[in-house]
């Protein structure tokens, strides 16, 4: 009968224990460095050289269909002379061009 309330008694505690152990701050240490955004920032792509396949892959939003009809713009006027020339090509609009606009180079 004692041992059996003892471990009623004694159980709880030690349970207790272990979760304040789980629960306490770790030791200070060092602040982890934030790693800046531009480190994972995408490579530009050249509108003026991308194939389709890479127009679509590299840009946010840009489809099969919508990556052809960039080259297709750039075969019949020639080389893009601005980045805001994209708005001028049918299904591009203002919001996916602004999606895009960091991910774009006229070099």
Known sequence: MRNTVLSYLLLPMFAGLS??????PAAASEPVPIVAQAATAHPKTNLNTADASTLQRELNGIGQAKAQAIVAYREANGPFQSVDELL????IGNALMERNRDRLTLE
């Open 19 to 24: 979760f304040s152990a789980i629960a306490a």
């Open 88 to 91: 001028e090509i049918k299904g």
